[in-house]
């Protein structure tokens, strides 16, 4: 037994979760824009021809290429192909911590200033129905609002039941997710944009 060997093992793990490697991984940058002397949080309205989740409200972001040399990378990247804004005009300000949806879905949040004049001149309307802003001062000072929703696990018709206690009576424990929303307007922002938005508030609020 290596116990040398296991304690490098060990000391050189770098994943935050278990399954992370495995993971479907996702970056994403919450916009800080000035407007006429406001700090405003920009967000993105999904074109409704997208395939995935076309209308939706979110950040700029996406999928972690296996190209891409971190999340930061990625989420820059993505930034760039929706909203037109080059990597290296953005103010990375820091990161957030993931959000782990599900042990297979964890998406890693930045937070960044970027020129709120370039989004408008240079964002990409295949991808993009239009961008909206909501001040900061109103995000502080209103607070969202949750709804829980119920989880409950079902095994397909291959579960190896004879190899468990209780077999098929076995009870399966269900989990309630938090569903956050915030309204503005006209727009609803919910579900995974939700969750980073509130992460990211209650950060700020800290100050």
């Known amino acids: 037994m290596d116990q040398k060997k296991w304690r490098e093992q060990l000391r050189n793990n770098k994943e935050l979760f278990i399954g992370e490697a495995t993971a479907y991984r996702s970056a994403v940058l919450i916009p800080l824009v000035e407007v ?40 820059l990247r ?36 970027v020129d709120y004049k370039e989004i408008i001149r240079s964002y990409n309307k295949n991808e993009v129905e239009e961008v909206f802003t909501v001040p ?15 989880v409950n696990l079902s095994p397909d018709s291959s579960f190896p039941y004879d190899k468990i206690r209780n077999g098929v009576n076995y009870k399966w424990r269900g989990r309630t997710m938090e569903e956050w929303f915030f309204e503005y307007g006209p ?3 919910w579900g995974l944009t939700a969750r980073i938005l509130k992460h990211f508030i209650d950060l700020v609020r800290k100050e």
């Open 36 to 75: 006429e002397g406001e700090w405003c949080v920009l967000f993105e309205v999904r074109s409704s021809t997208m395939r995935s989740q076309p209308g939706d409200i979110c950040f700029p972001g996406g999928r972690i290429d296996p190209t891409d040399e971190s999340p930061l990378f990625a989420a």
């Open 78 to 113: 993505e930034t760039h192909e929706e909203l037109g804004v080059r990597p290296d005009t953005v103010d990375v300000l820091g990161q957030l911590s993931p959000y782990i949806a599900s042990p297979s879905f964890v998406v890693y949040p930045f937070a960044g200033i």
């Open 136 to 150: 900061l001062q109103y995000l502080l000072g209103h607070e969202p609002y949750m709804h829980p929703v119920m």
């Open 187 to 189: 727009y609803t922002i």
